[in-house]
Protein backbone atom coordinates (compact mmCIF):
# COMPACT_ATOMS: atom_id res chain seq x y z
CA UNK A 1 0.00 0.00 0.00
CA UNK A 2 1.07 3.58 -0.23
CA UNK A 3 1.67 5.79 2.06
CA UNK A 4 4.03 7.65 4.51
CA UNK A 5 6.45 6.25 6.41
CA UNK A 6 8.36 8.06 9.51
CA UNK A 7 10.93 6.75 12.01
CA UNK A 8 11.62 6.10 14.71
CA UNK A 9 8.14 6.42 16.48
CA UNK A 10 9.86 7.69 19.84
CA UNK A 11 13.00 9.34 19.67
CA UNK A 12 15.35 11.18 22.86
CA UNK A 13 17.77 13.72 22.32
CA UNK A 14 19.96 14.36 24.70
CA UNK A 15 21.64 18.19 25.25
CA UNK A 16 23.79 19.66 22.51
CA UNK A 17 22.99 16.71 20.40
CA UNK A 18 21.90 16.56 16.93
CA UNK A 19 18.74 14.05 15.90
CA UNK A 20 17.52 13.00 12.45
CA UNK A 21 13.55 12.20 12.07
CA UNK A 22 13.43 10.03 9.12
CA UNK A 23 10.46 10.31 6.41
CA UNK A 24 9.66 7.87 3.02
CA UNK A 25 6.83 8.20 0.83
CA UNK A 26 5.77 5.85 -1.97
CA UNK A 27 3.02 7.93 -3.10
CA UNK A 28 5.07 9.59 -5.92
CA UNK A 29 4.49 12.45 -4.76
CA UNK A 30 6.85 15.89 -5.60
CA UNK A 31 5.96 18.08 -2.03
CA UNK A 32 6.94 16.94 1.21
CA UNK A 33 6.81 19.20 4.92
CA UNK A 34 7.69 18.68 7.92
CA UNK A 35 5.23 20.30 11.06
CA UNK A 36 6.20 20.19 14.51
CA UNK A 37 2.43 19.81 16.60
CA UNK A 38 2.49 20.80 20.42
CA UNK A 39 -0.26 20.84 22.64
CA UNK A 40 -2.90 23.51 21.79
CA UNK A 41 -1.06 24.99 18.90
CA UNK A 42 -1.83 23.15 16.09
CA UNK A 43 0.64 22.28 13.55
CA UNK A 44 3.34 24.74 12.56
CA UNK A 45 5.18 24.35 8.74
CA UNK A 46 8.92 23.66 9.98
CA UNK A 47 10.37 22.88 6.23
CA UNK A 48 8.76 22.32 2.87
CA UNK A 49 9.96 20.86 -0.43
CA UNK A 50 7.87 21.43 -3.78
CA UNK A 51 11.25 19.52 -5.84
CA UNK A 52 14.31 17.47 -5.31
CA UNK A 53 17.32 19.62 -4.50
CA UNK A 54 15.29 22.09 -3.24
CA UNK A 55 13.42 23.27 -0.04
CA UNK A 56 12.54 26.00 1.72
CA UNK A 57 11.67 27.44 5.22
CA UNK A 58 8.27 27.31 6.73
CA UNK A 59 6.80 29.31 9.43
CA UNK A 60 9.37 27.85 12.36
CA UNK A 61 12.53 26.54 10.56
CA UNK A 62 15.32 27.98 13.02
CA UNK A 63 17.38 25.35 14.79
CA UNK A 64 16.21 22.38 12.00
CA UNK A 65 17.20 21.38 8.45
CA UNK A 66 16.48 19.36 5.97
CA UNK A 67 17.42 17.96 3.00
CA UNK A 68 16.00 16.85 -0.41
CA UNK A 69 18.44 13.90 -2.27
CA UNK A 70 15.89 11.64 -3.82
CA UNK A 71 11.84 12.08 -4.07
CA UNK A 72 10.53 9.67 -1.43
CA UNK A 73 13.22 10.55 1.27
CA UNK A 74 13.21 14.19 3.40
CA UNK A 75 15.05 13.78 6.26
CA UNK A 76 14.32 16.73 9.26
CA UNK A 77 17.24 17.29 11.77
CA UNK A 78 16.66 18.48 14.91
CA UNK A 79 20.01 20.75 15.83
CA UNK A 80 21.27 21.78 19.57
CA UNK A 81 20.21 24.74 18.20
CA UNK A 82 16.94 23.84 19.11
CA UNK A 83 16.19 24.73 22.44
CA UNK A 84 12.60 23.60 22.87
CA UNK A 85 12.21 20.34 20.72
CA UNK A 86 9.95 18.25 22.47
CA UNK A 87 7.27 17.72 20.20
CA UNK A 88 5.47 15.70 17.62
CA UNK A 89 6.76 16.07 14.46
CA UNK A 90 4.54 15.16 11.43
CA UNK A 91 5.87 14.68 7.80
CA UNK A 92 3.31 15.31 4.55
CA UNK A 93 3.37 14.70 1.30
CA UNK A 94 1.59 16.12 -1.61
CA UNK A 95 1.05 16.40 -5.24
CA UNK A 96 2.81 19.88 -5.95
CA UNK A 97 0.71 21.67 -8.65
CA UNK A 98 -2.37 22.32 -8.00
CA UNK A 99 -3.93 23.97 -4.75
CA UNK A 100 -6.67 21.27 -4.74
CA UNK A 101 -4.33 18.20 -3.91
CA UNK A 102 -4.55 17.23 0.07
CA UNK A 103 -1.84 16.30 1.91
CA UNK A 104 -1.27 12.47 2.98
CA UNK A 105 0.43 12.29 6.43
CA UNK A 106 2.74 9.85 8.44
CA UNK A 107 2.10 8.76 11.64
CA UNK A 108 4.42 11.01 13.75
CA UNK A 109 7.93 10.94 15.53
CA UNK A 110 7.63 11.99 19.04
CA UNK A 111 11.08 13.72 20.08
CA UNK A 112 11.41 14.47 23.75
CA UNK A 113 14.16 15.63 26.00
CA UNK A 114 16.34 13.32 28.23
CA UNK B 1 -2.56 35.96 4.41
CA UNK B 2 -5.12 32.96 5.24
CA UNK B 3 -5.84 32.18 8.62
CA UNK B 4 -8.32 29.22 11.10
CA UNK B 5 -9.90 29.65 13.76
CA UNK B 6 -11.31 26.39 15.77
CA UNK B 7 -12.80 28.59 18.93
CA UNK B 8 -13.41 25.55 20.85
CA UNK B 9 -10.83 23.91 21.91
CA UNK B 10 -12.93 20.88 23.05
CA UNK B 11 -16.38 19.55 22.51
CA UNK B 12 -17.57 16.94 25.39
CA UNK B 13 -20.71 15.33 23.89
CA UNK B 14 -22.97 12.11 24.97
CA UNK B 15 -22.70 9.33 22.27
CA UNK B 16 -25.80 9.24 19.31
CA UNK B 17 -25.81 13.12 20.16
CA UNK B 18 -25.25 15.77 17.30
CA UNK B 19 -22.31 18.00 17.73
CA UNK B 20 -20.97 20.49 15.15
CA UNK B 21 -17.34 21.87 15.28
CA UNK B 22 -16.59 25.48 14.51
CA UNK B 23 -14.47 26.51 11.52
CA UNK B 24 -14.01 30.16 10.67
CA UNK B 25 -11.27 31.31 8.08
CA UNK B 26 -9.87 34.40 7.09
CA UNK B 27 -8.55 35.33 3.62
CA UNK B 28 -8.85 38.10 0.97
CA UNK B 29 -8.97 35.72 -2.44
CA UNK B 30 -10.67 32.11 -3.19
CA UNK B 31 -9.89 29.32 -1.23
CA UNK B 32 -10.20 25.84 -0.74
CA UNK B 33 -11.26 24.11 3.16
CA UNK B 34 -10.42 20.77 4.69
CA UNK B 35 -11.09 19.10 7.66
CA UNK B 36 -8.23 16.74 8.87
CA UNK B 37 -9.19 14.18 11.74
CA UNK B 38 -6.26 12.86 14.44
CA UNK B 39 -6.36 9.71 16.52
CA UNK B 40 -4.09 9.75 19.77
CA UNK B 41 -0.40 8.97 18.63
CA UNK B 42 -1.66 9.40 14.63
CA UNK B 43 -0.85 11.68 11.82
CA UNK B 44 -3.40 12.95 10.42
CA UNK B 45 -6.00 11.58 7.90
CA UNK B 46 -8.46 13.71 5.44
CA UNK B 47 -11.77 13.88 6.36
CA UNK B 48 -13.66 15.77 3.69
CA UNK B 49 -12.87 19.43 1.36
CA UNK B 50 -14.74 21.81 -0.05
CA UNK B 51 -13.52 22.73 -3.65
CA UNK B 52 -15.76 24.41 -5.49
CA UNK B 53 -19.63 23.29 -6.83
CA UNK B 54 -21.73 22.22 -3.83
CA UNK B 55 -21.56 23.77 -0.32
CA UNK B 56 -22.34 21.20 1.26
CA UNK B 57 -19.41 18.46 1.61
CA UNK B 58 -20.40 15.10 2.80
CA UNK B 59 -17.71 11.98 4.48
CA UNK B 60 -18.03 8.46 4.08
CA UNK B 61 -18.44 8.25 7.98
CA UNK B 62 -21.42 10.41 8.26
CA UNK B 63 -19.82 13.21 8.54
CA UNK B 64 -20.39 16.77 6.78
CA UNK B 65 -19.44 20.53 6.29
CA UNK B 66 -20.88 23.53 5.10
CA UNK B 67 -19.01 25.69 3.01
CA UNK B 68 -20.50 29.55 3.90
CA UNK B 69 -18.85 32.60 2.17
CA UNK B 70 -20.63 35.06 3.30
CA UNK B 71 -19.82 33.52 7.26
CA UNK B 72 -16.36 32.97 6.17
CA UNK B 73 -17.00 29.30 8.35
CA UNK B 74 -16.63 25.65 7.01
CA UNK B 75 -18.22 24.16 10.52
CA UNK B 76 -18.44 20.42 10.42
CA UNK B 77 -21.60 18.42 11.89
CA UNK B 78 -22.58 14.98 12.32
CA UNK B 79 -26.30 13.90 13.65
CA UNK B 80 -25.07 11.35 16.03
CA UNK B 81 -21.84 10.35 17.49
CA UNK B 82 -20.08 7.16 18.24
CA UNK B 83 -17.74 6.53 20.91
CA UNK B 84 -15.21 5.77 17.96
CA UNK B 85 -15.79 9.58 16.79
CA UNK B 86 -13.06 10.84 19.60
CA UNK B 87 -10.50 12.57 18.33
CA UNK B 88 -8.77 15.31 17.73
CA UNK B 89 -10.44 17.81 14.46
CA UNK B 90 -8.38 20.14 12.14
CA UNK B 91 -9.37 22.54 10.21
CA UNK B 92 -7.65 23.76 7.50
CA UNK B 93 -7.59 26.53 4.14
CA UNK B 94 -5.47 27.23 1.17
CA UNK B 95 -5.33 30.17 -1.46
CA UNK B 96 -7.47 28.30 -4.63
CA UNK B 97 -4.39 29.89 -6.59
CA UNK B 98 -2.80 27.64 -9.66
CA UNK B 99 0.47 26.30 -8.13
CA UNK B 100 1.99 25.45 -4.95
CA UNK B 101 -0.23 26.78 -1.93
CA UNK B 102 0.74 26.30 1.70
CA UNK B 103 -2.02 25.19 3.88
CA UNK B 104 -2.89 26.79 7.33
CA UNK B 105 -3.98 24.74 10.05
CA UNK B 106 -6.18 25.70 12.72
CA UNK B 107 -5.48 25.03 16.56
CA UNK B 108 -7.71 21.75 16.76
CA UNK B 109 -11.13 20.91 18.71
CA UNK B 110 -10.50 17.56 20.37
CA UNK B 111 -14.04 15.75 20.23
CA UNK B 112 -14.97 13.46 23.51
CA UNK B 113 -17.87 11.12 23.22
CA UNK B 114 -18.78 9.75 26.05
CA UNK B 115 -21.04 7.07 26.94
Known amino acids: DGGITQSPKYLFRKEGQNVTLSCEQN?????MYWYRQDPGQGLRLIYY???????QKGDIAEGYSVSREKKESFPLTVTSAQKNPTAFYLCASSWAWGSNQPQHFGDGTRLSIL | AQSVTQLDSQVPVFEEAPVELRCNYS??????LFWYVQYPNQGLQLLLKYLSGSTLVESINGFEAEFNKSQTSFHLRKPSVHISDTAEYFC?????????????FGTGTRLLVSP
Open chain 1, 49 to 55: SQIVNDF
Open chain 2, 92 to 104: AVRRSNTGFQKLV
Open chain 2, 27 to 32: SSVSVY
Open chain 1, 27 to 31: LNHDA
